[in-house]
């Protein structure tokens, strides 16, 4: 899988992004975003795959989940 670096607040991505994701698209499927240090899906058939895949779950895993504070927990 082949990495890429862009901020994400970096203010020229902000006000035109295109330009990376037409880079990133044409990597192929997926990439490695250096700055999220998490791969990226950029086709449809990639995002349409991920999505559809039981294995991917519903829920952030509880070791990456950050924390809630009291005021935005849920109420029962």
């Not at 449809?44 to 809630?68: N, Q, W, Y």
Request: hydrophobic share 40%.
């Amino acid at each position: 899988m082949q990495h890429l670096t862009q901020s994400p607040t970096d203010p020229g991505f902000v006000q035109n992004p295109y330009p990376f994701y037409d880079r990133a698209r044409q990597m192929g499927d997926f990439f490695w975003w250096d700055d999220y240090a998490m791969p990226c899906a950029v086709s449809h058939k990639a995002v349409h795959a991920v999505l559809r895949d039981r294995r991917m779950g519903r829920e952030c895993p509880p070791e990456l989940a950050p924390a809630i504070p009291d005021c935005a927990a849920p109420v029962l």
